[in-house]
């Protein structure tokens, strides 16, 4: 069973992450497969590895043939639909998935699951509601960037198919008020401990563990979490639904004396059914997304075995509940939270492996616990690093008390909350109450473990391969003594594996356009020192590329503080995602083409200086100098953009800000020669008001690249100004097309590294 579980994974895997669809009528084998595979032995590991290749391509495939199709993107439609899940609500705007029940004259397959946006949504939206919205739709896409967050991947695991926004020009129409289905229940529970609960600080995490709603768990709540790695904590996932499960096993057990029913079923039958029946009523009330519906399939085939008086192994069991999850949702694969339940029971099998029970021991149960969270400390760090690039350092000590606190105390007090709805109010209130103190307990603890320096140690690149070897050594290294002598020297080796990454050489440098949407954002690093200019698009409200795309891309590279920041101008496509991460720069020199206006933008920043009047400086080989005509006080601040010019000697870099066409002639006028570069990132992002034919010309670029939003209102680039650059020799990039592009320049040249042509995924 353990091999062919393997083999099947293998297949879903290489299918998942393969480069391209195969045919579909080669898909059309996959049942000649399945059954060469059932009748010869010798063939079934191979036929199985091709059966869940093919499974999942056409998986895959369906979900392609169901997105929206790409001459529909950006166009008014008429779209009548049904609202899917419980809208959240931040600031002006709401988000919620919809299904599509007709869209005129829209001939293709109706996208499944499409998400839309709604500023100033009515506050009676809700699940189950049946509408005429007039929208704007476009096909899945996201920021894709180096270390960052692939949300592109993330809709098609949630299998929407099209995003977009209600226009509210137009008025939307409630056509049915549906108030059948387990989400308005959950929309009832929600509002039950909003009414209940109201002065919790912590009603967010109440919610999260009561239905999966997490819209209000506070920012610093989150952040806890995830620096102590507990995080997976609020998660509706296989050990909560396990716990409730248990918990109503042993009420079956109760009842089945009182209940006349015996003749029917025995005591252990009737445990088995409410355990069951509870956790299928815990999964829909956490909405039933993939770890619920994880969970579900793995508690089923327990609850069968037990039903059918099939002798119980643990190992078997998960590696049926994962044939059984691949064959419902093979796409799981792609998802963080998959390995990580997986990976948490095989990490129980090989604890109740390593715990053997002495006689008379009298402190086996307090080993037990220990032990077995010591494994998932040490046996976690691999996909902590993967999943949050990463190691929590508290991990041990903050999981040792959280887990059993959240799963037998506050997990199942919060489910008996919700059946005892019918208490008075004052009751209700009062033991909510004492829930939000048991949590606030909780997060002081977390507190304590953070001020004593038990901090989560973030971490650089580090490729799948060493992950995988870094995981094989722990666990070989948890093996018996007998089995692997000298053991101990398996330490060293994740010394090598976490080695450095390797450094840029001298008299080179390496400059990443980022896929910032439409905005500017780029990261230039030497050998030594590292300069961001620009930090992309962003608001006060909370809307930040910095956070979302500039910091883990830092953070991938091993970056903790650039040596300068450059802030083109003040225009919020360039700055606005400063907002939420100034504090994190606040000691580093910042030099900006409106350097007042950035100073009263960001109080934070220790010094602000005009780039205008900066004298040129080198690292590490590499010369900048920032080329300037002067500035007219009354000019567009487009104009008073910062010209960054970088410089070795077999390459030469021209990044133009935002500036218009008058800026350009002023720099052709008084610095024409100092302009030619082989690489330009384009002005203005290919507006019409700047890139100039003389400006083209001058500059000689053999390579543009523009930074631009995907569909933007505003049509940039131009093509009439793409086409410029071509006639004049230079081949254009575009990161609305090929996501951040990274250019590497030392001492044959340069070379450019458009991200999703050397990161290939099906679902680009």
């Known amino acids: 069973m353990l091999k062919a579980g393997i083999a099947l994974l293998t297949g879903v895997i290489l299918a998942c992450y393969s480069p391209q669809l195969i045919d579909s009528l080669i898909i059309s084998w996959l049942p000649l497969c399945l059954f060469l595979s059932f009748i010869n032995p010798h063939f079934r590991l191979t036929g199985l590895l091709i059966a869940g290749f093919l499974w999942a391509q056409a998986v895959i495939l369906w979900q392609l043939d169901h997105r929206l199709q790409p001459e529909w993107n950006n166009k008014r439609l008429i779209v009548v639909g049904e609202v899917l899940n419980l809208p959240v609500r931040r600031n002006t705007s709401t988000s919620?998935?919809?299904?599509?029940?007709?869209?005129?004259?829209?001939?293709?397959?109706?996208?499944?699951?499409?998400?839309?946006?709604?500023?100033?949504?009515?506050?009676?939206?809700?699940?189950?509601?049946?509408?005429?919205?007039?929208?704007?739709?476009?096909?899945?896409?996201?920021?894709?960037?180096?270390?960052?967050?692939?949300?592109?991947?993330?809709l098609m695991l949630k299998g929407v198919h099209a995003t977009g926004y209600v226009l509210n020009n137009k008025p939307s129409r409630l056509l049915d008020q549906n108030s059948l289905g387990f989400n308005q229940f959950r929309r009832k529970i929600v509002r039950h401990i909003d009414r209940h609960c109201a002065n919790c600080e912590f009603k967010g995490l109440i919610q999260a563990l009561a239905v999966g709603y997490r819209?209000?768990?506070?920012?610093?709540?989150?952040?806890?979490?995830?620096?102590?790695?507990?995080?997976?904590?609020?998660?509706?996932?296989?050990?909560?639904?396990?716990?409730?499960?248990?918990?109503?096993?042993?009420?079956?057990?109760?009842?089945?004396?009182?209940?006349?029913?015996?003749?029917?079923?025995?005591?252990?039958?009737?445990?088995?059914?409410s355990a069951w029946l509870a956790g299928l009523a815990y999964s829909l009330l956490a909405g039933f997304d993939l770890p619920a519906q994880r969970a579900l399939i793995m508690l089923t085939v327990?609850?069968?075995?037990?039903?059918?008086?099939?002798?119980?192994?643990?190992?078997?069991?998960?590696?049926?509940?994962?044939?059984?999850?691949?064959?419902?949702?093979?796409?799981?694969?792609?998802s963080g939270s998959f390995w990580m339940t997986f990976c948490a029971l095989l990490i129980l099998v090989l604890g109740s492996f390593l715990l053997r029970r002495k006689e008379h021991e009298r402190f086996y149960r307090l080993r037990q616990i220990v032990t077995i969270q010591?494994?998932?400390?040490?046996?976690?760090?691999?996909?902590?690093?993967?999943?949050?690039?990463?190691?929590?350092?508290?991990?041990?000590?903050?999981?040792?008390?959280?887990?059993?606190?959240?799963?037998?105390?506050?997990?199942?007090?919060?489910?008996?909350l919700l059946i005892l709805f019918w208490l008075p109010s004052s009751f209700l209130e009062m033991l909510y109450q004492g829930l939000n103190h048991l949590l606030y307990w909780?997060?002081?603890?977390?507190?304590?473990?953070?001020?004593?320096?038990?901090?989560?140690?973030?971490?650089?690149?580090?490729?799948?391969?060493?992950?995988?070897?870094?995981?094989?050594?722990?666990?070989?290294?948890?093996?018996?003594?007998?089995?692997?002598?000298?053991?101990?020297?398996?330490?060293?080796?994740?010394?090598?594996?976490?080695?450095p990454q390797r450094k840029v050489l001298p008299d080179s440098f390496k400059l990443t356009v980022l896929d910032v949407g439409m905005g500017t954002s780029i990261v230039i690093q030497t050998r030594h020192h590292n300069l961001i200019y620009d930090f992309g698009p962003g608001n006060r409200q909370g809307y930040s590329l910095g956070e979302w795309v500039v910091?883990?891309?830092?953070?991938?590279?091993?970056?903790?503080?650039?040596?300068?920041?450059?802030?083109?101008?003040?225009?919020?496509?360039?700055?606005?995602?400063?907002?939420?991460?100034?504090?994190?720069?606040?000691?580093?020199?910042?030099?900006?083409?409106?350097?007042?206006?950035?100073?009263?933008?960001?109080?934070?920043?220790?010094?602000?200086?005009?780039?205008?009047?900066?004298?040129?400086?080198?690292?590490?080989g590499v010369r900048f100098e920032f080329l300037s005509a002067g500035v007219i006080p009354s000019d567009r601040d487009n104009n008073r953009s910062c010209v960054l010019k970088i410089t070795t000697s077999n390459a030469s870099?021209?990044?133009?800000?935002?500036?218009?066409?008058?800026?350009?002639?002023?720099?052709?006028?008084?610095?024409?020669?100092?302009?030619?570069?082989?690489?330009?990132?384009?002005?203005?992002?290919?507006?019409l008001t700047s890139s100039t034919t003389d400006f083209i010309r001058t500059v000689g670029a053999k390579h543009v690249v523009f930074t631009a939003g995907f569909l933007n209102r505003w049509g940039f680039p131009?093509?009439?100004?793409?086409?410029?650059?071509?006639?004049?020799?230079?081949?254009?990039?575009?990161?609305?097309?090929?996501?951040?592009?990274?250019?590497?320049?030392?001492?044959?040249?340069?070379?450019l590294i458009p991200y999703r042509q050397q990161h290939p995924r099906l679902w680009y």
């Not at 998935?97 to 009676?124: C, D, T, V």
């Not at 902590?384 to 929590?392: A, M, P, R």
């Not at 052709?668 to 384009?682: D, F, N, T, Y």
């Open 653 to 687: 870099i021209l990044i133009a800000g935002d500036i218009e066409a008058r800026q350009e002639m002023n720099l052709l006028s008084v610095m024409k020669k100092s302009l030619a570069a082989e690489i330009l990132i384009a002005p203005h992002h290919g507006s």
């Open 302 to 334: 327990v609850f069968i075995s037990q039903l059918l008086r099939i002798p119980f192994n643990l190992l078997n069991s998960i590696v049926i509940s994962m044939i059984a999850i691949l064959i419902v949702s093979p796409l799981s694969v792609l």
């Open 551 to 620: 910091l883990p891309y830092l953070q991938y590279q091993g970056i903790t503080l650039p040596d300068r920041i450059i802030l083109s101008h003040s225009d919020q496509d360039h700055v606005g995602g400063l907002y939420s991460v100034q504090q994190a720069f606040a000691k580093t020199l910042v030099l900006s083409g409106t350097a007042d206006d950035v100073a009263h933008l960001f109080p934070e920043i220790n010094q602000v200086l005009s780039c205008h009047e900066a004298l040129p400086w080198e690292w590490d």
């Open 215 to 273: 819209a209000n768990i506070l920012p610093y709540q989150r952040l806890s979490l995830q620096q102590t790695g507990t995080a997976h904590l609020i998660a509706i996932s296989g050990l909560h639904i396990g716990i409730i499960a248990g918990v109503f096993y042993w009420l079956g057990l109760v009842l089945w004396k009182t209940v006349i029913i015996h003749d029917r079923l025995n005591r252990k039958e009737l445990a088995l059914i």
């Open 718 to 751: 131009r093509a009439e100004v793409v086409d410029r650059y071509r006639q004049n020799g230079a081949k254009t990039y575009q990161t609305d097309e090929l996501g951040s592009i990274e250019i590497e320049c030392h001492t044959q040249g340069c070379e």
């Open 374 to 416: 010591w494994l998932f400390s040490l046996l976690f760090i691999p996909l902590s690093i993967q999943i949050f690039g990463q190691i929590h350092s508290a991990s041990l000590l903050a999981n040792i008390i959280a887990v059993p606190w959240v799963s037998f105390v506050i997990v199942p007090l919060n489910f008996l």
């Open 96 to 154: 919620f998935l919809i299904r599509p029940l007709s869209i005129p004259g829209y001939s293709h397959k109706l996208p499944q699951k499409i998400r839309l946006n709604w500023r100033a949504a009515p506050e009676s939206l809700a699940a189950g509601q049946t509408w005429q919205w007039n929208v704007k739709l476009r096909q899945p896409h996201g920021y894709q960037n180096p270390g960052g967050f692939d949300y592109e991947k993330w």
């Open 442 to 499: 909780l997060m002081m603890y977390f507190d304590v473990l953070q001020q004593s320096g038990f901090q989560a140690i973030k971490l650089s690149f580090i490729s799948t391969w060493q992950l995988i070897l870094l995981f094989l050594i722990f666990g070989v290294f948890l093996l018996p003594a007998g089995l692997l002598k000298h053991r101990r020297y398996l330490l060293l080796m994740p010394l090598l594996i976490l080695w």
